[in-house]
């Protein structure tokens, strides 16, 4: 979908543990770089390619990825993304998301404890086959070399100028974004769209939920047109007013 010039929400929906879950990435563009924001689950790179080919861009130009926070289903297609990139694509994150992304650091919602539940909760129709491949990447979740860190407050001089937002809370160093010239925030996981309305952060899948909610509060900073969550999608029903209600409530 395209929401202003040089700017789109990818929609990328596929069947998850028995269900059909919707992520939306972002792609942003200028004369000179070809920008994907997170990467979706593994083996989504298929549905990533045919999103941006039908707006008319080769997934194979991208030169720059940023990855908002470690999540399996942000970092899933990383290496793919890089694999067939003709242009060995630049990996922007926080400082403290890199060593999870990397591969240093075990990632922290995939403790022993946390996969062992997944694993029970899928459906008993479920072939072994597949059951113990999605086991095989919650133990050994996708690795990528991170190139650049991101720094809170930073201007990327990228796509008309994209501002670092560090929203930690949903993960220890989850990362938002404003595109300036559209003025669009990309919320990642800080925000999530239900049913049409704008919520704050999922407890379920927040590793701090108070320093995910202290961390709505640097979102009131900036005059937002659009916000784009990950989960959810679009929101433009007067967002500068409903984020200050979820900030301070």
């Not at 539940?117 to 072994?128: F, I, K, T, Y």
């Not at 379920?204 to 202290?214: H, I, K, S």
């Amino acid at each position: 979908m395209l929401i202003d010039q040089g700017i789109a929400m990818l929609e990328i929906s596929a069947a998850m543990m028995g269900r059909i879950e919707t992520i939306h990435p972002t792609f942003l563009w200028d004369h000179q770089n070809l920008v994907l924001i997170d990467t979706g689950y593994p083996g989504q790179f298929p549905l990533i390619q045919e999103q941006l080919s039908n707006i008319g861009f080769s997934v194979q130009d991208i030169n720059k990825i940023i990855i908002t926070h470690q999540d399996l289903d942000h970092i899933g297609s990383l290496r793919a993304m890089i694999q067939h990139s003709s242009h060995a694509p630049k990996v922007f994150a926080s400082e403290i998301e890199k060593p999870y992304i990397e591969g240093d650091t075990r990632l922290v919602k995939l403790s022993p404890e946390a996969i062992a539940q997944a694993l029970a909760s899928m459906p008993d129709n479920v072939p072994p086959e597949w059951r113990n491949a999605f086991k095989h990447t919650l133990e050994n979740p996708p690795t990528a070399p991170v190139n650049r860190i991101l720094r809170d407050g930073e201007m990327l001089p990228l796509c008309g100028g994209i501002i670092v937002i560090h929203t930690p809370g949903h993960t220890p160093g989850h990362t938002s974004l404003y595109h300036m010239p559209s003025k669009t925030l990309i919320a990642a996981d800080a925000l999530n769209v239900i049913d049409g309305r704008l919520v704050g952060p999922d407890p379920a899948t927040t590793f701090d939920l108070v320093l995910a909610q202290l961390s709505l509060q640097k979102l009131t900073h900036y005059g937002v047109r659009n916000v784009i969550c990950y989960h959810g999608g679009l929101f433009t029903d007067n967002p500068n007013q409903r984020i200050r209600e979820l900030a301070f409530a």
